[in-house]
């Protein structure tokens, strides 16, 4: 790693990534803060995955509006996280895993690698399986018939495609989860109830509320988006001159996610929670549309529901051999070809074999989608703190560390996750009342 400060900001990312692709001396004009909006936004659409639908229909089918308050909440978390992510990435010129592996050793690496593996491959066979449920809704054909070709094709498009041709993709599709803003107008719900649960904080211990904050906090905050925010940077190097770029984009795209969130649980909190239903299946969730808004609704959420596994998979397949890849100093990277990354490919094939195996093992889509959740949320913290401590390592970050006031919202926000984690974790072992 090069010494002088603007180093890995360009040039100073370790050779088994891709070459620079803008240099130190570009500097960006006005119309580069719109053209360059994707890796943010891409980051921030993939937050909103099947994983994080199911959850949020869950908690509004179990609190309606009452954890609406925390939907919004999200969205400074969010975007201290991802602004951490976006920095780390551009600084060190390396992915989370390879910062952690370089300067921590190996035993905080694996327990990194560990915790992404873990939540990863639970998500991927979940997603896979609600993006095959979503198809199912669409065309009346059973969901199992589309899981082993939805990771074809998707594994297809990572292993195909170049880096700036999989976003390219990716981008479009996002446009997609507006189907989610429709079903939830569709649903007319009673937007006093919606603005009391939003903007009145209310906070129990009761298991309903505690289950849904920690499956809430764990599928937003959850270790694979980040990690791929630190990677898009490392594919996409820059200069420090465009921090602030990428910054803006990656609070566009929080914004876009938590106003995906706050859409999802009020459709589902004026169905499902309204009238005392719960859904352990995707059909359910999108069928409880179907008495107040009609078969439009229920479509526009399966829309929705296709899209979001569409638009995640790729990352957490990605995000997964990436974090593997840089673990064992492998050669990494989607614009490379297959020949050159043999080894990076073959956890992308891996990922997908296991998620389809474990999607056609017959646990209901909604009731696996919450559990990826869960475990998400106790993972979760590992990540974040060392995300905090590469961050505000001088060192890794070529002499850039971030101040002192983004640190101490990551931290803030790290104690959060932290702590709901272990009053769930306390309530399952009988510790505290539940």
């Known amino acids: 790693m090069a010494d002088r400060p603007d180093a890995g900001w360009a040039s100073g990312a370790p050779a088994e990534y891709p070459a620079n692709r803008c240099g130190p001396a570009t500097r960006p004009r006005r119309r580069d803060y719109v053209k360059s909006v994707g890796p943010g ?3 921030g659409a993939a937050d909103t995955d099947p994983t994080t639908v199911a959850t949020l229909v869950v908690v509004g089918a179990t609190t309606v509006y009452g954890l609406a308050w925390l939907t919004l909440l999200l969205l400074p978390l969010l975007a201290v996280v991802q602004t951490l992510a976006t920095r780390v990435g551009m600084a060190s010129g390396r992915d989370l895993e390879k910062a952690v592996t370089d300067n921590y050793g190996r035993r905080w690496s694996v327990l990194l690698l560990g915790s992404i593996l873990t939540v990863n491959v639970v998500t991927i066979a979940a997603d896979l399986e609600a993006g095959a449920a979503a198809m199912s809704i669409l065309t009346g054909v059973g969901g199992a018939w589309f899981v082993i070709p939805l990771a074809l094709a998707l594994l297809g498009l990572l292993m195909i495609g170049k880096y700036d041709e999989v976003e390219r993709v990716l981008k479009y599709v996002l446009l997609c989860l507006f189907a989610y803003g429709a079903a939830a107008m569709l649903a007319h719900p009673h937007w006093g109830s919606v603005a009391r649960g939003s903007l009145l904080p209310s906070v129990h211990l009761s298991p309903e509320y505690v289950t849904g904050a920690v499956a809430l906090l764990g599928t937003t905050l959850t270790t694979y988006m980040y990690v791929w925010q630190t990677v898009e940077q490392v594919e996409e190097r820059c200069s420090r ?5 990428r910054e803006l984009d990656a609070v566009v795209g929080t914004v876009l996610a938590v106003a995906v969130f706050w859409f999802i649980l009020v459709a589902s ?3 499902l929670g309204v009238h005392h239903q719960h859904a352990e299946t995707a059909e359910q969730a999108a069928q409880a549309l179907r008495p107040v808004a009609g078969s439009f609704a229920s479509g526009l959420f399966a829309i ?4 979001s596994a569409a638009l995640a998979l790729p990352v957490i397949m ?4 990436y974090a593997t890849g840089s673990a064992f100093a492998w050669r990494c990277g989607l614009s490379l070809p297959v020949r050159e990354a043999p080894a990076f490919y073959a956890v992308l094939a891996t990922g997908a074999v296991l998620g389809s195996v474990l999607a056609l093992a017959g646990i209901s889509p909604i009731r696996l989608l919450f559990i990826a959740s869960i475990i998400a949320g106790v993972a979760t913290p ?5 995300l905090v401590l590469v961050a505000g390592n001088a060192q890794l970050m070529n002499h850039q560390a971030v101040g002192r006031p983004l640190l101490t919202a990551g931290w803030a926000v790290t104690a959060l996750v932290a702590g709901v984690s272990i009053v769930y974790l306390a309530q399952q072992l009988h510790l505290l009342p539940g």
Request: aromatic letters at 4%; proline letters at 0%.
């Open 382 to 386: 590992i990540g974040l703190v060392l």
């Open 269 to 271: 909190g004026a169905t």
């Open 241 to 245: 001159a465009w921090v602030g770029v």
């Open 41 to 43: 936004v891409v980051a």
């Open 318 to 321: 990605a995000s997964t051999a």
């Open 304 to 307: 929705g529901l296709l899209a």
